[in-house]
């Protein structure tokens, strides 16, 4: 029975482990991640980008980036219709930590747009130093 239980654990800690990279957007994704600062570098010197919030209104209104448009996450897929003028831009895409910003980009990318996901989030974008508005 022990090597069958070996197994099993092994099956176990493999789903895990590989579901926590789908999350985060490491494997099986279809579109690009960037660091904070070369999503600030990016947004000062494109002006074919959008900044796009996905958090909650009430963290938005704690504080976010300036520029950024709000729609959370909870209800993006119903709010397509708003971004369809932005088609033919980058959407850079942002959240508290860089969770909720991978769904938010398979979202964006499964409807024909093309989203840059900011690795770690608002939370990344300050630790670089980069200011927040409020």
């Not at 860089?98 to 398979?106: C, I, K, L, T, W």
């Amino acid at each position: 029975m022990k090597p069958i239980t070996t197994v099993l654990y092994a099956l176990v800690i493999i789903t895990i482990a590989a579901y926590a990279a789908y999350f985060k957007g490491w494997i099986f994704a279809n579109f690009d991640s960037i660091t904070p600062k070369e999503a600030y570098t990016r947004l000062h010197n494109d002006p074919n980008l959008f900044l796009l919030d996905v958090r909650t209104p009430e963290e938005f209104a704690q504080e976010h980036i300036e520029g950024a448009t709000l729609i959370p996450v909870q209800v993006l897929s119903e709010n397509l219709s708003k971004l369809e003028p932005l088609k033919d831009k980058t959407i850079i895409v942002y959240c508290r930590s860089g969770n909720r910003s991978v769904s938010a980009s398979r979202i964006l990318s499964n409807n024909g747009f093309t989203p840059l996901n900011v690795t770690g989030g608002i939370n990344g974008w300050k630790s670089e130093g980069l200011g927040v508005t409020r």
